[in-house]
């Protein structure tokens, strides 16, 4: 019967260890680290989506949905073609942070399929007032919806399959 009143003190003792643990975890979550990123294909015409920015803009804005992916570090990356009017065609990669609604420039595409690192890589705030921002648009109603990432690559294609219909 002496037994039964030292585990009455132990489990207490027990429980506030598990708590005092789980608090500490939480109160010293591990920093956000951004993994490498690896530069995706040149990006092929069977695979560009065109998406809408507004209609502000005469530009054709696409994302090549072979180069969708979501990080284990919650960054979407993606290649996204803009045709202006002109008949200009830039191609960058890109990658979104949808917890902070930040974009980052990673590279610039080349005609002859090469790419070229961005001087600039830094990570910005996207320009949620503009109506000419492409990153607005595609945070707004593909990769971030409600603020939230996308669950996976499929899950961003199928959003911008379903609004170029």
Same mark, same amino acid.
């Given at each position: ?26 109160? *010293? ?7 490498? &990123? ?8 069977? *695979? ?39 008949? &200009? ?30 001087? *600039? ?27 939230? *990432?996308?669950?996976?690559?499929? &899950? ?10």
């Amino acid at each position: 019967m002496k037994i039964l009143p030292a585990l009455l003190l132990i489990l207490p003792l027990t429980a506030y260890a598990e708590w005092g643990e789980f608090d500490y975890e939480f109160e *010293n979550e591990k920093p956000w680290v951004e993994l490498a &990123a690896q530069l995706p294909p040149t990006p092929r015409a069977e *695979n560009l989506v065109e998406f809408n920015v507004s209609s502000a803009t005469r530009h054709k804005h696409l994302v090549d949905t072979a180069s969708i992916s979501v990080g284990a570090d919650k960054i979407v990356r993606y290649t996204v073609v803009i045709e202006a009017a002109g008949g &200009a065609k830039n191609v960058s990669f890109e990658g979104m942070r949808c917890e902070t609604g930040e974009r980052r420039l990673y590279a610039y595409g080349h005609p002859d399929g090469t790419w070229s690192k961005a001087r *600039n890589a830094g990570w910005e705030t996207i320009k949620f007032r503009s109506l000419l921002s492409y990153q607005k648009a595609l945070f707004e109603d593909h990769f971030c919806p409600d603020g939230i *990432n996308v669950r996976d690559a499929g &899950a961003a294609v199928r959003s911008l399959r379903r609004a170029a219909r």
